[in-house]
């Protein structure tokens, strides 16, 4: 059984242990306390809180620590068991009870396909069920790099982040050694439809980067059928904007006729979802 020594730093006396790790202090009469809990994966840290050097031996491993007053060394146990350790110059001995991991975070969105520049609320629960827990928010958009957020869990363990994906993005929760499930939050374009003459019309496209070039389907609504393409259009690049892309087109329809522009998964790139504007009727 191997056992990670974690090193030295010099403490607080009274310092509180972080979640993952048991603390023991070192005094002139023994560990106090001397058997701890802890879950596989966790550490525990030992304070000399004495006024004289100790040492800290687990037995049967490679976890030794020479602490000088007021220092601070730890050790890793990676998994389950019951073991025992020693100061071999006092005498003094102490338990520690490694019991399998059951930590778990979950996540959910609170829409798993969006529209870009909407919003979406991520949130979850720990296992410990407890207030002021630490979870960290792995996203990860596609073509960009991972970014990380830290959390706090409020009344019952509960969490909750408000983020704004620009294209599709892949989204993890890390509570302590425990990872939830990936959830992925996909983007449509945003497309808005316009009239803006007697017979012309406007399309503008919103995205994370320019949608110049690419060809968007013009269709009209047929009782019956639905929305049937009867042309294409093809997007601009705005120079002042390369988020934005627009097209203009003319169309000789009856008057009641319902137009949306549809942009299909071969278009709008791997990054993003199909996508459809608003109707606007003629």
Known sequence: ??????????????????AGSAGVKITSTG???ATVSIQSGDSVNWTNSDNVR??????????????EPAQSGSCAFPSAGTF???DPGSGFSGTVSV?????SVSLTASRTLNIFGDAVTLSGTVSSKAAGEKVTVFSRPAGLPETQTIVTTTAGGNWSLQVQPRVKTAYQAQ????SSPQVTVSIRPRITLQKVGRHQYLIVVLSAHTMAGKRVNI??????RGYVTFRTATLQAISRTPTTSDAYFTAFVRLGTKLR??????EVGSDYFAAHSNFVVN
């Open 1 to 18: 059984m191997l056992f990670a020594a974690l090193g030295f730093a010099v403490l607080a006396l009274g310092s509180t242990a972080l």
């Open 31 to 33: 560990f106090d306390p």
């Open 54 to 67: 100790h040492e800290v031996k687990v037995v049967g491993s490679s976890c030794t620590l020479s602490l």
């Open 84 to 86: 025992a350790y020693t």
């Open 99 to 103: 019991t399998p991991n059951s930590r």
């Open 175 to 178: 509570y302590d050694t425990a």
């Open 219 to 224: 269709t009209r609504w047929l009782p019956g």
């Open 261 to 266: 522009i549809f942009m299909p998964a071969s």
